[in-house]
């Protein structure tokens, strides 16, 4: 009896030991069972779009992660992060993921405050020992869908509704724009900002001032069904926006953009658990997750690429492509392939790209990187509106 007590209350000794050794977060984790990991959404869960994307995919984490537990603050405005990252903290949270690009610099605000949380901010580009960043980016889709649009339209103008001329919307437009000139070097592409992540209305009334001035293909980067909803009551090719849309416009929705967000937390977490991510080291760790991780995917609904009523009208019709025709259809098959291959061989992004003023911005055989993607305030050739911040040289 008693070497059992004595053998017992060693090997509580030796894990609260070996917890002191360990980073906080899987210090805690060691000794509770659980590692506690938390969100601050920019919206409401139910928006169908960002908020609810992000949602779906802590749900996905804690079905795959039984030592996961996690807890969620949604409509935080940007700029007002750190009076919900205080009471989260308080509330012995491990990990804090902090989703929307506006709340870059309280994140990072909080990872000082706080060098014993663990923190991760999607989109941006500030880090800290404590405090990683990570990114499901669009851009590539947003090429591919351009390709789409293009081929589509039959005025030669595509509408886009923007959320804020940010560099991320900047180069998800301009993604988008490339692709449809591609497709059709005629076609314009334009755009009206919102300057909200999510309000309906506001996407209503300018998905119908976009098709009212002859705007024949419209996309949407604003949280609701509302664009895919209006531009299917007017009977207009349109694209799902970071989860299947399909159901509000079956006969409508063409293709679209989906993310996995579940792809980068159940990778994060895992390493935070395993003790690779501590607070010491997170300062260069920097997730960029693209077609080829499997974080994005070309859409109209889950596995889905491409809605099959409109597939015959991109086969039928031509790009140029080094010289040689061929159907849009075909191109769009190959550049998927191949971005969602380990190593791809195409970038929208591979210059020489002009931008809509005529300066060289991406040189001959030179392709964007990263940190310049993450900082673009140039928009490219085919947009038509206004661009806050937009360069003139």
């Known amino acids: 009896m008693n070497k059992s007590i004595t053998l017992a209350l060693a090997l509580s000794a030796g894990i609260a030991a070996l917890a002191l050794q360990s980073s906080p977060a899987q210090a805690q984790s060691m000794t509770t069972g659980k590692l506690k990991a938390c969100f601050i959404y920019v919206g409401p869960t139910g928006d169908i779009g960002w908020t609810y994307a992000h949602d779906q995919a802590r749900l996905s984490a804690m079905k795959a992660l039984p030592w996961l537990d996690t807890k969620y603050v949604e409509s935080v405005p940007e700029g007002q992060a750190l009076p919900a990252i205080d009471r989260l903290v308080a509330d012995k949270c491990q990990v804090i993921f902090t989703t929307s690009f506006g709340y870059m610099d309280d994140t990072l605000a909080a990872a000082k405050k706080y060098p014993n949380v663990i923190f991760a901010h999607a989109a941006g580009y500030k880090r800290n020992a404590n405090m990683a960043t990570y990114m499901a980016d669009f851009y590539q889709v947003y090429y591919?869908?351009?390709?789409?649009?293009?081929?589509?339209?039959?005025?030669?103008k595509v509408g886009f509704v923007g959320t804020y001329p940010i560099p991320e919307l900047k180069r998800h437009l301009s993604a988008f724009a490339l692709g449809v000139l591609a497709a059709n070097p005629k076609a314009v592409v334009d755009v009206k900002w919102l300057n909200s992540w999510f309000d309906p209305a506001k996407t209503r009334e300018a998905s119908e001032a976009l098709l009212s001035q002859g705007d024949d293909v419209l996309t949407s980067a604003e949280d609701s069904a509302t664009g895919v909803q209006t531009a299917a009551a007017k009977k207009v090719p349109t694209f799902s926006h970071y989860n299947s849309m399909y159901k509000f416009g079956s006969d409508y929705v063409v293709s679209g953009h989906?993310?996995?967000?579940?792809?980068?937390?159940?990778?994060?977490?895992?390493?935070?658990?395993?003790?690779?991510?501590?607070?010491?080291?997170?300062?260069?760790?920097?997730?960029?997750?693209?077609?080829?991780?499997?974080?994005?995917?070309?859409?109209?609904?889950?596995?889905?690429?491409?809605?099959?009523?409109?597939?015959?009208?991109?086969?039928?019709?031509?790009?140029?492509?080094?010289?040689?025709?061929?159907?849009?259809?075909?191109?769009?098959?190959?550049?998927?392939?191949?971005?969602?291959?380990?190593?791809?061989?195409?970038?929208?992004?591979?210059?020489?790209i002009k931008d809509r003023s005529g300066v060289l911005r991406v040189a001959a055989g030179k392709v964007m990187s990263v940190g310049d993607l993450n900082s673009m305030s140039w928009v490219a050739p085919g947009v038509k509106g206004d661009v806050a911040d937009e360069p003139k040289k």
């Not at 690779?276 to 609904?301: C, F, I, P, R």
């Open 144 to 156: 591919l869908n351009g390709l789409v649009a293009g081929a589509l339209t039959k005025s030669g």
């Open 258 to 352: 989906l993310v996995h967000w579940d792809k980068i937390y159940i990778d994060f977490l895992t390493k935070v658990h395993d003790g690779t991510y501590t607070t010491k080291n997170l300062a260069n760790v920097d997730y960029w997750w693209l077609l080829s991780k499997g974080a994005v995917e070309m859409g109209a609904d889950d596995g889905v690429a491409i809605n099959p009523k409109y597939v015959a009208q991109l086969k039928a019709a031509k790009m140029t492509v080094a010289g040689k025709s061929l159907s849009v259809y075909d191109r769009l098959m190959a550049l998927t392939s191949d971005m969602k291959s380990a190593k791809p061989t195409f970038d929208p992004y591979t210059g020489p």
